[in-house]
């Protein structure tokens, strides 16, 4: 018997695990951009390609709410405590929250860079800047400040959502990631 | 007879209209260029529209005058993000400065046959008096060239001062090329 809401829809998984990539990549070249001790040659290039995945992490994320909103998840499994069912919700909202403020607050600070670099995704086109704010250093910096902290948060965010699937997987003995996962048929007997 | 050589040769040179001849900037053989480094990678570019007064003897330098104005805006490296940041505010300001210009006040002759111009460079709102080489050939039949380089500090023509002042990116010196091509007006 296959219940059909029982996992996410292959769409939605593949832009999940898609997306999980890329986020995972931006972290990582955030954290080094910031603090790695790169020259400046590899710094400005990470910079440019940083910026690219950004634009299409907003872009993904635009067309995943989308999708959520239209599809609609499968509803949380029954063996979840309604702690957790809360904790999850909360953790799934403040994820999408995170996967638009992040490159929203990333996008306001190439725009309102005074060095004024446009933004050529992967070499191949223009992605405009946010219009009115050009060389406005009060503007700049407390959108850098927000990527940062909202990196922070959205790193300890990733970080509890992948502790929840290792405790659901050898604690409660629920196979949950096969609801994040292309299939047929039940994700749990 | 080398004396009377060159007697003969002076007085055919003063017997020469004393006005200096005016050139005619042949564009398609002339190119203004610059190079610089961002993060430690070259880049080069050209000002694709200048126009060019120049007013040159060799045997009346003290009469001899350029002009050049350069449409800022015309700057092209050829790299998007580049292209994208030289027209802003921070950089040439082509808004605010559609134009840069160079006026010579003095051109001198130099013991190695070539020149030295000395004259005043605005770019911005900033104008600096630079002095600079340049090599000239002048055949008989077909047109003079000249051709000169010089580094210039943008910092200290306001260019890139709110983004970069230290230069940390954009390497602060900028080298300009120049080869001009240019026939007498007839």
Redesign the interface.
């Known amino acids: 018997m296959t219940k059909p809401a029982d996992r996410y829809a292959g769409i939605a998984v593949a832009l999940h695990w898609v997306m999980a990539l890329a986020i995972l990549l931006m972290l990582a070249s955030g954290f080094v951009m910031a603090f790695g001790d790169i020259?400046?040659?590899l710094?400005?290039?990470l910079y440019?390609w940083h910026k690219s995945l950004g634009v299409l992490v907003l872009v993904a994320a635009a067309l995943r709410i989308l999708l959520r909103l239209v599809l609609k998840a499968p509803a949380l499994p029954g063996f979840m405590p309604a702690w957790e069912a809360r904790a999850a919700k909360a953790g799934h909202l403040a994820l999408y929250v995170l996967m638009v403020a992040m490159p929203v607050t990333g996008w306001i600070v190439v725009s309102a860079?005074?060095?004024?670099?446009?933004t050529?995704v992967f070499?191949l086109f223009?992605w405009p800047h946010v219009p009115g704010i050009?060389?406005d250093a009060a503007v700049e910096g407390a959108a850098k400040g927000a990527h940062f902290w909202l990196a922070l948060l959205m790193a300890v965010t990733i970080a509890g959502h992948i502790a929840a699937v290792i405790k659901h997987i050898v604690i409660d003995r629920e196979n949950i990631l096969a609801r994040m996962w292309w299939g047929r048929g039940r994700t749990m007997p | 007879m080398k004396i009377a050589a060159l007697a003969a040769a002076l007085a055919l040179l003063s017997a020469l209209p004393a006005a200096a001849a005016t050139y005619v900037v042949d564009p398609a053989r002339s190119s203004v260029g610059f190079s610089g480094t961002?993060?430690?990678?070259a880049f080069t570019g050209t000002f694709k529209s200048w126009t060019a007064d120049i007013v040159f003897d060799p045997a009346d330098l003290a009469g001899s005058h350029l002009k050049v104005v350069f449409d800022t805006a015309s700057a092209t490296t050829g790299n998007?993000?580049y292209d994208?940041?030289l027209p802003?505010?921070?950089?040439f300001a082509v808004k605010d400065y559609p134009t840069a210009s160079f006026t010579s006040t003095a051109i001198t002759a130099n013991a190695d046959g070539s020149y030295t111009a000395t004259g005043k460079l605005q770019i911005r709102n900033v104008t600096n008096e630079v002095s600079f080489p340049f090599t000239l050939s002048l055949p008989a039949n077909g047109p003079a060239e000249a051709k000169a380089s010089l580094n210039l500090n943008r910092v200290a023509y306001g260019i890139g001062v709110?983004?970069?002042p230290a230069g940390?990116?954009v390497g602060p010196y900028i080298a300009v090329t120049i080869d001009v091509v240019a026939t007498p007006k007839p």
């Open positions: 020259g400046p040659s710094k400005f290039r440019q860079s005074v060095f004024g670099l446009p050529i070499g223009e050009a060389g | 961002n993060s430690g990678e998007a993000m994208g940041t802003q505010a921070d950089w709110q983004s970069d940390g990116w």
